[in-house]
């Protein structure tokens, strides 16, 4: 029987752990075969060591094809995702990769907004240097502690908004407020996004308001992270605009924003 290589689990060495806040982390992984046919959007599933039985699925943060690298960028929210930060350079980690259909790629002179909310945000950085100049980025945290990645999408040469809950880094509020400035200011070929529904929410019903093609990412727990085990469905419409359940591992993460049943 023939089998999809890149849905085959890879033995895949650690290069290099760094800690960005006090619960997120960046993980460099050596997989050439992984990161020659990774797209922006798409994701991997990683299953830490010990008596774990479910992988945890966590967004493709940086893809370096000649090096035969992919990074992601993780928050520790459970002894999954803690044993994971234990890891150090030189481990190996036992990984399914590249899952998922990622985000639709424009010519690098299209204008985008890319729009991340928390741990939304990784995503993001890798369209961020696709489109380089081209990008307006706009991240949403909690508060300043919680910031992350945005020196890596300065050196892009995006725009870059900041947004804090709180006000303790870069503007107070939600990304809504810039979004629809930006949007105003020239209209994007399109916008991308990456975080919690109700911003998902809000910024494909400005996307529908203003006309904008719009692609989100969704979360969604996982299981197998294949479509196999069916855990991860999403309310979506089809051509006709008819109901219909897909699941984010198989079908997405990404999907048209006008796809979703909000």
């Not at 190996?92 to 899952?99: E, R, S, W, Y």
Request: charged share 20%.
């Amino acid at each position: 029987m023939k089998q999809d290589r890149y849905k085959e689990r890879l033995a895949c060495r650690v290069r290099a752990m760094e800690q960005l806040t006090a619960a997120a982390w960046s993980m460099v992984i050596e997989c050439l075969e992984a990161a020659a046919k990774a797209v922006p959007g798409q994701f991997v599933h990683i299953l830490p060591a010990g008596s774990f039985t479910l992988r945890r699925p966590i967004s493709i943060c940086g893809i370096d094809k000649e090096a035969g690298t992919l990074r992601i960028v993780f928050e520790v929210r459970g002894k999954g995702t803690d044993a994971l930060s234990q890891l150090h350079a030189g481990d190996t980690v036992d990984m399914l990769a590249p899952l998922g259909h990622g985000f639709t790629l424009l010519p690098e002179n299209a204008r985008v907004i890319l729009i991340g909310g928390g741990i939304g945000t990784p995503p993001m950085l890798p369209l961020a240097r696709h489109y380089g100049a081209d990008a307006v980025v706009i991240s949403g945290f909690r508060n300043a502690d919680a910031v992350i990645l945005q020196q890596d999408f300065a050196e892009t040469g995006a725009k870059t908004i900041l947004c804090t809950d709180d006000g303790s880094a870069g503007r107070a509020g939600l990304v809504t407020l810039p979004l629809e400035e930006e949007i105003c200011a020239e209209k994007p070929a399109m916008i991308c996004a990456c975080g919690p529904l109700p911003m998902l929410k809000a910024a494909a019903a400005l996307a529908q308001k203003h006309q904008i093609p719009c692609e989100v990412s969704l979360e969604e727990r996982m299981g197998c992270g294949i479509g196999a085990c069916l855990v991860c469905a999403c309310r979506t419409l089809d051509e006709h605009g008819d109901e219909q359940y897909l699941h984010v591992c198989r079908n997405g993460p990404v999907f048209k924003a006008e796809e979703v049943v909000w």
